[in-house]
């Protein structure tokens, strides 16, 4: 496996990435003009998400322990519906050759928490639940180890 890097949401859930890196990513990501601008005046004046933080890792952590349920999806939607919009196009009869893409409905929206929402529904679909998973010694969310991984890390591991 090796130097697989972590999705955005699971390194924003481990403080590895800040709000702003977020947006960033985003801006450097999205071809949608509108998108683009309402992300680069975001960036001037970012939101605080110190409660979406708690909350989010909360709603990873009770997906991890119980999968997807309707709490996790009324949840993940409170933020989607209002902020984003997929668009998908069809590239052939699989889904491999699907591309996605996504667009900011209006300013104001809290878009940020539903793109690491997106992030998250987007990696279930490709990998599932079981890929997403908590360390017990640091509690860490990881998901590049393959399914049989119980720990984040060797260091861990010896610890447990």
Not at 118 to 131: P, Q
Request: charge should be positive; include cysteine; charged fraction near 30%.
């Amino acid at each position: 496996m090796g130097n697989r890097i972590e999705p955005l949401f699971v390194r924003y859930l481990n403080k590895e990435v800040s709000t702003a890196d977020v947006v960033k990513t985003f801006i450097s990501l999205t071809e949608d003009l509108p998108s683009k601008e309402i992300a680069e005046e975001t960036l001037k004046s970012l939101p605080d998400l110190g409660v979406f933080h708690k909350d989010f890792k909360a709603a990873i952590g009770d997906l991890i322990d119980n999968g997807v349920n309707q709490r996790f999806v009324n949840y993940v939607d409170s933020y989607m519906k209002p902020s984003l919009m997929e668009s998908v196009s069809e590239g052939g009869r699989t889904r491999v050759n699907e591309k996605r893409v996504v667009f900011i409905k209006e300013r104001g929206t809290p878009w940020i928490e539903a793109l690491l929402c997106y992030g998250v529904i987007l990696y279930i679909k490709v990998y599932g639940v079981k890929e997403i998973k908590k360390c017990p010694s640091c509690s860490k969310i990881f998901t590049t180890l393959g399914k049989y991984a119980k720990y984040c890390s060797e260091s861990c591991k010896a610890k447990g």
